[in-house]
Structure formats: C-alpha cells, structure tokens
C-alpha cells in the first residue's frame, strides 16, 4: 500500500522554523524509491540536528549498502528543533523523512545510531512524533521495530523500554542479515507476529532484544543477573565485526549537504579500531581489533567521492589516522594527484607521537592548511601514565614545533578532567604545557603570531573499558579545578593571550555518566526528563541539569538508589555490570586487571607491534589483526586535471 508524502502539509510550517532548509531534503547522493517496489523499508535517523547528522558516516554507509539492495528502500531522519516540534504537534504533522517525507510509522525498521547517550531523550521525541508507543511492549504489528545501533548500544538498558532491539558492532552486514530475515517472514505472512519477528533477529545471537531479558536486583540495589526469560535466545550477544573494509568501499556516492553542517567533505574511513590500549577510549575498545583499508582503495574512494560530491576537502578518518601503516604514501600519493586543484587533505585525529615532518609537509603541499588537533588528554605524566597515553612532553613540544615550522599558525590540544586518581597539580601541569608550547612555537616560527587553543572535556568512564569500575568526580570538584586552570594560563599575560580555553562544565558530563553506566530503572528518568521538555542535552543552550536532578529525585529513590549511586560509586571486581551479558569480546578479567594496572601507573603496549596482551577480542570473535603495509601505491597515479571541484 503506498504511502503518502506529508511535504503538503509540512511545507507550510516551515516559514515559521528556523533554518527550514533542512528538512527540504533533495541532496546530491539523496535516494528517493518507488515504495510500492521495495519489500523492506528502513527509516535511519541520527538522534540530533541536521548540521550534526548529515554528515554522520555511520547512517551514510547504511544508507547507502541498503539502497544497493533492489527491493530495498531506506531514507534518512532527524530530529527536528523545538520550534518545527510545536507546530508538528498542533497540525498533525507526524515525524518524517527528509528523502520522500514519508511518515517513519510506515517503515519496517526504525534504525537510531547512537554516538551518545545525551541524544536518548531526541530518541523520544521521535517516537511520539511518529505515533510510535513510546514502550516496546504497547507496540503492535502495524509499528516498526525500533532498532539501536552506535557505539551506545554496547550499554542500551537506560533505554531498554523504548527499543524492541540493538545491534553491536559494525552495521554493514548487519543490515542486510536483518532485512533478510524481515524479507523472509513477510514472504511467509508474517507468522506469529511481532513476537516472531523479534525472536528470529534474537536467535541470530548478535541482535539483542531486551524483552527477552529479565533483570534481577540485589536488596541494596545491585544487579543480582540478567538471563534469558525463554529458552531459545543466547545468554550472551555478541557483537559484529566487518573484517574486509576493502569490501565495503562506502561511502562510494556521499551526502552533499543543502544546509551548513559541522563537516563538510569527503570522508574516508582509512581504518577501524585502535589497539593503542587508551583506559578511557570506549571507541577503541569496542572497535578492536585494528583493520587497515588498503591504501589502493583508498585511492580509488578519494576519486570516486570527490568526482562525484566537489567536496574541496579530504578528511582521513580513524581513531588514530597517523598509525595507518601505509600513512605516508598515501598523503603523499593524495598531495601529489590533487598538487593542481584546491583539494586539502586533514586527518582529523592525530596522536602527537605520530605526526612528523613528512606528514606535515604532505598535509600543507597545496597551501591549505586544515586545523590541527591534538589529544594529550592528560596534563601529567603521572595521569598520561593511568590513562596509558604513553606520550610525554617532549613529544608534544617536537609535534608542535613540527606544526608551526610548516606554516600552521593555530593547534588545538585537546585534555580531559576528573580522570581517575586526579589531582589539582596534574591539572595544572595542562597550564605548564600550553605556556611552554606557545614559547617553543614562538621560536620555531620567529613570530609571535601564532595561538594554541586548550580543549578540556569532562571524565565520563565507559562500559567495556578498564575505566568501567571508575568512580566519577563532582562537577564542583571538575568546575573547581578548571577555575583553576583558567587562572594559571592566564597567570603569564604575555602567554595567555595566545592560549584559548574552552571547557565544557561538570554538570552534562555527571549525567552522560549516568547514562553510560545505568541499567533499565536509569529509562524512566530518560522518560521523566522528556516529559517535563528535555530535548537536545548535548547542546549546552539545551541541556538542563536541574532538570535531570529533578528527575533523579522523583525516580529513584524507589528503587533504593541515587545519581550518586550510580556516578560517584567506584564498583566492586565482581559486581554484575549492567551490560555483562553484552559480549564486545574483551575478556571483563583482562579489563580488571588493566584497571589494577592502571592505579599502580603501569603503560601498556600497542599490541599491533608486540605480542598479544590477551584482551579476547582475536579468539573470542574469531578475528585478527589485519595492517599493511602492502607494498602497493595509491593507484591512479596520474595527476588529476579535471576535477569537478569548485574553485
């Protein structure tokens, strides 16, 4: 049956929103299919504004390996301001997609990718727009099955309620498992129902569906277990792993935005997972372990998307885009093929012991030089030894330098605080280091125009890292040592004037805490939140912290617990966590022990060059470390001369 686009009614809403362009849809790379010619129908939505969504990798390449399939169709939603949320609400307009607009209620999957759990209350806004119950089970056959992928997914209790399942790890075979298995029991009639469905996607053992699970509580309010509630779903789920990125060469025809968004270019993801053993990174933990994308392929990507996007600017994306074994060939192959148009190349993260000379002159060949951004993340070396990021000062002052000699005239450095053991003092080593870095670039520059800005962020310990038994500290503890800091940088008037401080406060970060590391009761806060108006907590404009003490307050205490309980806690070894049953393949006795590691300031080495440190992940998934270098160059050699690039 088709479905009608709701762009009628919705177009004359948007004179009275601001920024209405995006939700016009209509981009280059944009998919729109024949409804009534597809048998599966995904709706995918990025949690948070268009500026922040669009140019989300993960819901491209989905996008993109979905549509390849003939009888498939997907398009792309997100979540509307708070302004277009009120007329939507009084006229009627449900929640759509910016492809056709069709209404997402009529979609098979309702696919949501996490990056962050602060975008948990847009989830509900979502949903209400839609028509979508806003609990799994008031769902019927006539609803989607809201699916939650992203790297939140590897702890999705807090939201338990709301999804009917989420997928862990990579999305790209995933989608397709899926959506075959929804093929096939529509074929069949769709017997026994929603629940059918549901146990078919649980049964493949890498797809989660809460309502399969109970949870058992201890009286003083620690999880006892979590277990199957039927005999035919897997204790544990575990999560996917893409092996060949060479496979998977997407995105080959990306999203060319109509609005302005956060980033604009073509992206390349030249690997995936790190095993630099970072204690705090939940990203490098979960994506291990390390596959390279051959640099041929890259190559070919970078021509492909530029001839078809005009994007003016490479980005080579990774955890650490400096470790690719290949790195320097193939900036330099990149440089040497675009020498004669305006195509810059960035590698938006760069450890700072990994950028040299070469990499700096190859970035800088055409004139354009993109921002640099480093990550020390501690101000001490005590604390860069707790959090094993095996860097010392000297690095970072020879990376500078580096950085100032080949032109740059701005670093960005990036630190957080509240990290475990933390004192003032290594706190205000970040003042030291910034005063030292804008004296030593002073001098490698010969002029005194250059700046370095200091980034701090807040603490927030992960599920599946050594830093999940973590306690966290008080925003006023964070918001008293950032004071601090400020006031030292700016004890040397003569430094300070070239050294930028930005921070974000304590207060969101206590909550993402929560968050992060809460179980089912932690979603009737969500729910509270959004009720009383919370939308958008990962904007500062947005975000209210009374409002989720508030709710914190209402909520839990009949439980028997508190946001104290669950942020400023340290956890027990053998405390049940909330995602336990949540299989990322680290082994929970590797990450106690890297915790333990940890307090007594032992490093840990970067396994892609040593032997095995037995975290699990090979073994148990059954994967192994796949890096170069391959011996080949980047392939077409010749220089490009007509690129469809705007000058």
């Given at each position: 049956m088709s479905v009608s686009s709701v762009f009628p009614q919705l177009e004359q809403l948007l004179p009275r929103v601001s920024k209405p362009i995006q939700y016009v849809g209509g981009e280059l790379g944009a998919v729109v299919k024949d409804w009534d010619a597809t048998v599966v129908r995904w709706a995918l939505m990025y949690p948070d504004a268009y500026e922040v969504g669009l140019p989300n990798q993960g819901v491209q390449i989905l996008y993109e390996v979905l549509n390849e399939q003939p009888d498939v169709l997907a398009e792309r939603t997100y979540a509307v301001w708070p302004d277009l949320e009120a007329l939507m609400k009084e006229n009627g307009v449900p929640q759509f997609t910016v492809d056709a607009h069709r209404p997402v209620k009529a979609f098979d999957v309702f696919g949501i990718s996490f990056a962050t759990e602060l975008g948990y209350t847009n989830l509900l806004s979502a949903l209400d727009l839609a028509g979508i119950p806003l609990n799994s089970a008031d769902r019927t056959e006539e609803h989607p099955v809201v699916l939650a992928g992203g790297h939140a997914s590897f702890n999705p209790e807090p939201i338990a309620d709301f999804i009917d399942a989420a997928v862990l790890g990579d999305g790209e075979e995933a989608v397709l498992e899926i959506t075959g298995i929804i093929r096939e029991w529509k074929a069949e009639g769709c017997p026994g129902g929603r629940d059918e469905l549901l146990l078919r996607l649980a049964r493949t053992e890498s797809i989660y569906v809460p309502r399969f699970y109970d949870v058992d509580y201890l009286p003083d309010g620690r999880i006892q277990r979590v277990v199957p509630n039927r005999p035919d779903v897997p204790f544990r789920?575990?999560?996917?792993?893409?092996?060949?990125?060479?496979?998977?060469?997407?995105?080959?025809?990306?999203?060319?935005?109509?609005?302005?968004?956060?980033?604009?270019?073509?992206?390349?993801?030249?690997?995936?997972?790190?095993?630099?053993?970072c204690r705090f990174c939940q990203a490098g933990m979960i994506t291990r372990p390390v596959r390279e994308r051959s640099i041929t392929t890259v190559g070919q990507m970078v021509q492909q998307g530029l001839e078809f996007s005009g994007f003016n600017e490479v980005g080579l994306l990774s955890l650490s885009s400096a470790d690719h074994s290949e790195i320097g060939d193939m900036c330099s192959g990149l440089a040497e093929q675009y020498a004669d148009t305006n195509v810059s190349l960035s590698l938006p993260s760069t450890r700072v012991d990994a950028f040299n000379i070469d990499l700096a002159q190859e970035l800088s060949r055409n004139g354009r030089r993109t921002g640099l951004t480093f990550a020390p993340e501690g101000g001490s070396e005590r604390i860069r030894k707790v959090i094993n990021k095996m860097v010392t000062k000297e690095d970072l002052i020879r990376t500078v330098v580096t950085a100032y000699?080949?032109?740059?005239?701005?670093?960005?450095?990036?630190?957080?605080?509240?990290?475990?053991?933390?004192?003032?003092?290594?706190?205000?080593?970040?003042?030291?280091?910034?005063?030292?870095?804008?004296?030593?670039?002073?001098?490698?520059?010969?002029?005194?125009?250059?700046?370095?800005?200091?980034?701090?962020?807040?603490?927030?310990?992960?599920?599946?890292?050594?830093?999940?038994?973590?306690?966290?500290?008080?925003?006023?503890?964070?918001?008293?040592?950032?004071?601090?800091?400020?006031?030292?940088?700016?004890?040397?008037?003569?430094?300070?004037?070239?050294?930028?401080?930005?921070?974000?406060?304590?207060?969101?970060?206590?909550?993402?805490?929560?968050?992060?590391?809460?179980?089912?009761?932690?979603?009737?806060?969500?729910?509270?939140?959004?009720?009383?108006?919370?939308?958008?907590?990962?904007?500062?404009?947005?975000?209210?912290?009374?409002?989720?003490?508030?709710?914190?307050?209402?909520?839990?205490?009949?439980?028997?617990?508190?946001?104290?309980?669950?942020?400023?806690?340290?956890?027990?070894?053998?405390?049940?966590?909330?995602?336990?049953?949540?299989?990322?393949?680290?082994?929970?006795?590797?990450?106690?022990?890297?915790?333990?590691?940890?307090?007594?300031?032992?490093?840990?080495?970067?396994?892609?060059?040593?032997?095995?440190?037995?975290?699990?992940?090979?073994?148990?998934?059954?994967?192994?470390?796949?890096?170069?270098?391959?011996?080949?160059?980047?392939?077409?050699?010749?220089?490009?001369?007509?690129?469809?690039?705007?000058?």
């Open positions: 789920v575990a999560k996917r792993t893409t092996m060949d990125l060479d496979a998977w060469p997407y995105p080959k025809k990306p999203l060319v935005p109509l609005a302005e968004t956060v980033h604009e270019r073509y992206a390349v993801e030249i690997f995936r997972g790190c095993t630099r053993g000699s080949n032109g740059w005239r701005q670093v960005k450095l990036y630190f957080m605080c509240g990290l475990p053991s933390e004192t003032d003092e290594d706190v205000l080593e970040i003042a030291d280091m910034a005063h030292e870095v804008i004296r030593a670039g002073r001098e490698a520059a010969g002029t005194k125009d250059i700046r370095c800005t200091v980034s701090i962020g807040g603490f927030v310990p992960k599920p599946h890292t050594p830093f999940q038994w973590a306690k966290m500290d008080t925003p006023e503890v964070i918001d008293g040592r950032l004071k601090m800091l400020k006031q030292a940088i700016n004890s040397d008037r003569s430094l300070g004037r070239a050294i930028g401080f930005r921070y974000h406060d304590g207060e969101p970060s206590l909550i993402e805490g929560l968050l992060s590391r809460g179980d089912r009761r932690v979603g009737q806060v969500i729910r509270r939140v959004w009720e009383k108006g919370g939308r958008f907590d990962g904007w500062s404009e947005h975000f209210s912290y009374a409002r989720w003490i508030e709710a914190c307050a209402e909520v839990l205490p009949d439980f028997g617990v508190d946001l104290d309980w669950y942020t400023t806690r340290e956890r027990e070894e053998l405390e049940v966590l909330p995602w336990d049953h949540l299989d990322s393949g680290l082994d929970k006795d590797w990450l106690w022990q890297d915790w333990q590691d940890s307090m007594s300031e032992f490093e840990q080495d970067d396994c892609r060059w040593t032997p095995c440190f037995d975290c699990g992940v090979c073994p148990s998934m059954d994967t192994e470390i796949q890096i170069g270098p391959t011996g080949k160059k980047l392939l077409p050699l010749t220089p490009v001369n007509n690129l469809r690039v705007p000058a």
